[in-house]
């Protein structure tokens, strides 16, 4: 039986005492402990290899932030290198692949990944899960298909992901294969997860937002909704679309519990279009620069217009590693005393 359960009684839709708070990128380099911990392995890929090490800064935010869910630390990019496709990481500058999807060889050559492909994130959850001794809940993730996919064509980050739309524009039916393998790997992948004792899950379309709705809703929304079917079963689902505001009522129809939210969007017009379903979301972590008054007032602003029933307060995207510390506890704390 978990200690603190709100994160988890939030995605199901029950009313909550006080509103559950955690942070995207809680575990990364916002924190000094995180700095400390990576560099006890030689890269980025091999600290995320390392159970006891990705274990260690999974729970640092929980004795830290004190925040409600502890989310495992690991990568969207394990999924691609699992199904055959390396990365690196480049410091300062992000995932870089040597070799990317161009033909539909390249796609017939990738295995459906499972499990086992993956089995040190199943360690370091199993771990993770073990030395939380059930204070909070933990949360699993995976990319979205569309964003996944994105990086396999494109072979680093991009502002515009043009090569991989080019590859939706020019080679709609491969796109499709290549979609409908990584959602196979990922649900292979999640359901994985959930027996090494994930409690929720959460996917990130980080990229949702370069693609037209109609775009949207062929090469992603339909994978998405895929995963979901295969996942709610067994434990509750946030959809995190960035930047897709028009889907919002479309992501309340599948089968997830809670919908993530970027900052660009008003609760309110949120509400109105998410059919009951749980939110998200979703201060600017710009905000977190502001001076604490200012960080007070506006994260008070957020958790009015959210109200404490379906809603699990976060940010609109992850922490940017040059946001304070202090800063950061200061969010969590304001949510934490705030009385509705
Ligand atoms: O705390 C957590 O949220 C859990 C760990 C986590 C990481 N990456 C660790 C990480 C999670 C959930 C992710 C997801 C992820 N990774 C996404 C989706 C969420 C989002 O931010 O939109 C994406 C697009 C990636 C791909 C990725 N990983 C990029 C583009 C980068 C480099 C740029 C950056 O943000 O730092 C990474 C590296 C990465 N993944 C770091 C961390 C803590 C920083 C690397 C380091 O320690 O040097």
Same mark, same amino acid.
């Given at each position: 039986?978990?200690?603190?359960?709100?994160?988890?009684?939030?995605?199901?839709?029950?009313?909550? +005492?006080? #509103?559950?708070?955690?942070?995207?990128?809680? !575990?990364?380099?916002?924190?000094?402990?995180?700095?400390?911990?990576?560099?006890?392995?030689?890269?980025? $890929?091999?600290?995320?290899?390392?159970?006891?090490?990705?274990?260690?800064?999974?729970?640092?935010?929980?004795? #830290?932030?004190?925040?409600? !869910?502890? #989310?495992?630390?690991?990568?969207?990019?394990?999924?691609?290198? !699992?199904?055959?496709?390396?990365?690196?990481?480049?410091?300062?500058?992000?995932?870089?692949?040597? *070799?990317?999807?161009?033909? *539909? %060889?390249?796609?017939? +050559?990738?295995?459906?990944?499972?499990? %086992?492909?993956?089995?040190?994130?199943?360690?370091?959850?199993?771990?993770?899960?073990?030395?939380?001794?059930?204070?909070?809940?933990?949360? @699993?993730? !995976?990319?979205?298909?569309?964003?996944?996919?994105?990086?396999? $064509?494109? @072979?680093? @980050?991009?502002?515009? =992901?043009?090569?991989?739309?080019?590859?939706?524009?020019?080679?709609?039916?491969?796109?499709?294969?290549?979609?409908?393998?990584?959602?196979?790997?990922?649900?292979?992948?999640?359901?994985?997860?959930? *027996?090494?004792?994930? /409690?929720?899950?959460?996917?990130?379309?980080?990229?949702?937002?370069?693609?037209?709705?109609?775009? =949207?809703?062929?090469?992603?929304?339909?994978?998405?909704?895929?995963?979901?079917?295969?996942?709610?079963?067994?434990?509750?689902?946030?959809?995190?679309?960035? /930047?897709?505001?028009?889907?919002?009522?479309? $992501?309340?129809?599948?089968?997830?519990?809670? $919908?993530?939210? /970027?900052?660009?969007?008003?609760?309110?017009?949120?509400?109105?279009?998410?059919?009951?379903?749980?939110?998200?979301?979703?201060?600017?972590?710009?905000?977190?620069?502001?001076?604490?008054?200012?960080?007070?007032?506006?994260?008070?602003?957020?958790?009015?217009? =959210?109200?404490? *029933? %379906?809603? #699990?307060? %976060?940010? @609109?995207?992850?922490?940017?590693?040059?946001? +304070?510390?202090?800063?950061?506890?200061? =969010?969590? +704390?304001?949510?934490?005393?705030?009385?509705?």
């Amino acid at each position: 039986m978990l200690k603190n359960d709100l994160v988890l009684r939030a995605a199901r839709g029950e009313t909550t +005492e006080r #509103i559950p708070v955690w942070l995207m990128r809680q !575990a990364g380099r916002v924190l000094p402990e995180y700095r400390a911990t990576r560099a006890k392995a030689k890269g980025f $890929i091999e600290f995320v290899k390392s159970p006891d090490l990705a274990c260690e800064v999974s729970i640092q935010p929980i004795d #830290i932030l004190g925040v409600d !869910a502890a #989310i495992i630390f690991s990568d969207i990019l394990v999924i691609p290198e !699992a199904m055959g496709l390396p990365y690196q990481m480049i410091e300062s500058k992000g995932p870089w692949f040597e *070799k990317t999807i161009q033909t *539909k %060889n390249d796609i017939d +050559e990738l295995i459906i990944a499972d499990e %086992n492909d993956l089995h040190y994130v199943m360690k370091a959850i199993s771990l993770t899960k073990k030395q939380l001794d059930n204070r909070v809940p933990l949360i @699993g993730f !995976a990319g979205a298909p569309w964003t996944i996919f994105a990086y396999m $064509i494109e @072979g680093s @980050g991009s502002k515009t =992901f043009s090569k991989a739309k080019q590859f939706l524009y020019t080679q709609p039916e491969f796109s499709h294969l290549l979609l409908e393998k990584i959602t196979l790997s990922t649900i292979n992948y999640l359901k994985g997860q959930i *027996k090494s004792g994930a /409690d929720l899950i959460q996917l990130f379309d980080s990229w949702a937002g370069v693609l037209a709705p109609e775009q =949207f809703y062929e090469f992603s929304l339909k994978y998405i909704s895929k995963i979901c079917d295969a996942v709610q079963p067994l434990v509750p689902i946030t959809v995190f679309a960035k /930047d897709a505001h028009y889907a919002i009522n479309k $992501i309340s129809k599948l089968n997830c519990n809670v $919908i993530g939210l /970027d900052w660009t969007i008003h609760p309110a017009t949120a509400r109105e279009q998410a059919n009951e379903k749980t939110l998200q979301g979703n201060a600017d972590p710009c905000l977190l620069y502001a001076d604490k008054k200012t960080i007070k007032t506006e994260t008070e602003k957020m958790l009015r217009a =959210f109200g404490n *029933k %379906n809603y #699990i307060a %976060n940010l @609109g995207h992850g922490l940017y590693p040059d946001i +304070e510390k202090e800063k950061v506890k200061f =969010f969590v +704390e304001c949510v934490k005393e705030f009385k509705s």
